[in-house]
């Protein structure tokens, strides 16, 4: 199954749902639609819809963690991600993304947006080979200040792209 990235808004909450196998290169476009929406300052809230996600890799769950990071600084608000696939949840949990988003995992009505409101983000984001490497680095960088076993784990990751940077 491939992946998709869709964002909108509803109300003053900005929706991020995330579908499918989601994977490196998905996750540049996300990040540039929230730059866009904190930038115009419409939204009070967010809300990640982990729902429909059956895989997540590491450099989009790194785009998460910058999502909350930034949303939490601009909006003075933890946003909210909400799972209710075990692995997924599991995952997140590991990570410690319970640190930085309140964790449902249960639905919740601010994810029942209407999808034809919801804008595909998915490829939205493309980048050159040596952008990719700079936002992939970046991406682990934010994962591994998380907590002590994400730096261990990202640590080889990070310094092997930085070398061929």
């Given amino acids: 199954m491939t992946g998709q990235i869709l964002a909108g808004k509803q109300a003053d909450v900005f929706v991020l749902r995330c579908v499918g196998d ?65 692995d997924v949840t599991r995952v997140l949990k590991t990570m410690g993304f319970d640190e930085v988003f309140s964790l449902v995992e249960h639905p919740i009505k601010a994810t029942d947006v209407d999808a034809s409101n919801l804008e595909d983000q998915t490829q939205s984001g493309a980048r050159d080979e040596a952008e990719m490497r700079r936002y992939v680095i970046d991406v682990h960088k934010t994962l591994a200040s998380l907590n002590g076993k994400n730096r261990e784990t990202f640590k080889d990751l990070m310094a092997g792209l930085e070398d061929e940077g």
């Fill in 22 to 86: 989601v994977r490196l290169g998905m996750g540049a476009g996300m990040d540039r639609y929230f730059d866009r929406m904190l930038a115009n300052g419409e939204c009070t809230s967010v809300v990640v819809d982990l729902r429909e996600t059956k895989s997540i890799d590491s450099t989009s769950l790194g785009s998460l963690a910058k999502l909350s990071i930034a949303a939490r600084k601009v909006l003075s608000a933890t946003p909210t991600l909400v799972s209710t696939n075990s």
